[in-house]
């Protein structure tokens, strides 16, 4: 670091860069924190962890047992004390079945929406946390996705049928249905850069790419093998063996992360629809439908990538190369769900064991990157990679 700050002060690399390099320093550091700890509020797994983008301070949580927490990460407990939920869903109005995702409202935090195996989508208001109206789709779901960038106000469910419901937040009322599945719809996902192109994942182990505009709503259904002249639209077009269960974009739109119940973990180019062909390696377990939701880190270079593993564990890889660079054990339970604090450089990982874990970067300044074989000079940096931290 030392290095660094003596290169800014004679003005050879920006603030910028400054910023990156300690920034992929820290990221690459992450152990299990010393000094924060959240309570365990939930009586099972917990299914769902976001973050609110506006600070970055307030958690959203959804469990097996229906239930939703909110946690102030900004709280400050007593020694031996841990950080507690500061707002919960009462028995009488939580979910009768297990919560599959939880999100929290892009661009208001007094709004975060639902969804169950109880066969609903509810929306919710923070401040009562009271139900404010629900979704009643007649099977269970696997997962919902709101944009973080639109200017519509539709939420995408999928769920135990071939088809992607759109339930619109205004007028609580659904709008359309999305048909080209041939079983059930494991997992979905908007488009970081394109208000209405839609990502879903089936246990057909095809994901296919809908504009929600269009009447022929699927553009196209990505294949493994990167066929050449094969129809964009074949039935022969396969993500993945089996089923997908898990996907993210990056922040920039350029790419789709793709987990399947192959154990394969893909990336593709959203531009193209083509497989990158990156390997990931065998590590990765993955043996259970229910939806894993996977992070990358943004603001650094080369980004990495967040995988939760049955065998308990957190697999962090170079999102571009497949590159296994860490393993981030301490989970006592199958962990299921991960969500980066970008700006603290922190991590939050759930398991079915129900506890949720804080990773961090080492309270002193130590030299932990002797360690790993990773390179993240600032001179390794070009104008042309800083698209994908915007």
């Known amino acids: 670091m030392y290095h660094f700050l003596k290169r800014r002060e004679y003005g050879t690399i920006s603030s910028l860069r400054l910023e990156r390099a300690e920034s992929t320093k820290r990221a690459y550091s992450l152990q299990l924190s010393r000094t924060k700890e959240l309570a365990r509020s939930h009586r099972g797994g917990v299914h769902s962890l976001q973050i609110e983008d506006v600070e970055q301070r307030y958690l959203l949580t959804g469990g097996s047992d229906g239930k939703v927490h909110i946690y102030d990460l900004q709280a400050t407990p007593n020694e031996h004390e841990r950080n507690e939920p500061i707002a919960s869903v009462a028995r009488e109005d939580q979910h009768k079945y297990a919560v599959t995702s939880a999100s929290w409202y892009p661009f208001d935090t007094g709004m975060f ?5 109880d066969t609903t989508i509810k929306v919710w208001d923070t401040n009562t946390m009271k139900s404010a109206y629900e979704f009643e789709l007649g099977s269970r779901i696997n997962c919902q996705s709101m944009s973080t960038i639109a200017s519509h106000s539709l939420v995408a469910s999928a769920a135990s049928e071939p088809r992607i419901r759109l339930c619109d937040l205004e007028s609580g009322a659904f709008t359309h249905s999305l048909t080209g599945h041939s079983g059930s719809v494991l997992s979905c996902i908007w488009s970081s850069n394109q208000d209405y ?14 504009d929600i505009r269009r009447a022929s709503s699927c553009l196209m259904s990505l294949d493994q093998d990167n066929t050449v002249n094969r129809d964009s639209l074949s039935e022969l077009n ?3 063996g089996k089923g997908v269960n898990g996907m993210t974009v990056t922040k920039d739109g350029r790419y789709l992360v793709s987990l399947g119940l192959d154990e394969r973990i893909r990336l593709w180019d959203t531009k193209t629809g083509l497989n990158t062909l990156v390997n990931y390696g065998t590590s990765w377990r993955n043996r259970f439908e229910l939806g894993l939701k996977p992070t990358i880190t943004n603001e650094i270079w080369p980004p990495l990538l967040y995988i939760p ?18 393993r981030l054990k301490g989970a006592y339970g199958r962990v299921i769900c991960t969500e980066k604090r970008e700006n603290y450089q922190e991590l939050y990982s759930g398991s079915n064991g129900g506890e949720i874990l804080v990773w961090e970067p080492p309270m002193q300044d130590e030299d932990v990157m002797q360690s790993i074989e990773v390179e993240y000079n600032v001179d390794t940096w070009s104008d042309s990679d800083e698209d994908i931290h915007s």
Not at 113 to 117: L, N
Not at 199 to 208: A, E, F, K, L, V
Not at 309 to 326: E, I
């Open 309 to 326: 593993s049955d065998d308990r564990q957190v697999l962090v890889y170079r999102l571009l190369d497949g590159v296994l660079v860490r």
């Open 197 to 210: 192109i839609l990502y879903s994942g089936g246990n057909d182990g095809t994901i296919r790419v809908w």
């Open 238 to 240: 396969m993500a993945h």
């Open 113 to 117: 929406v639902t969804s169950s195996y």
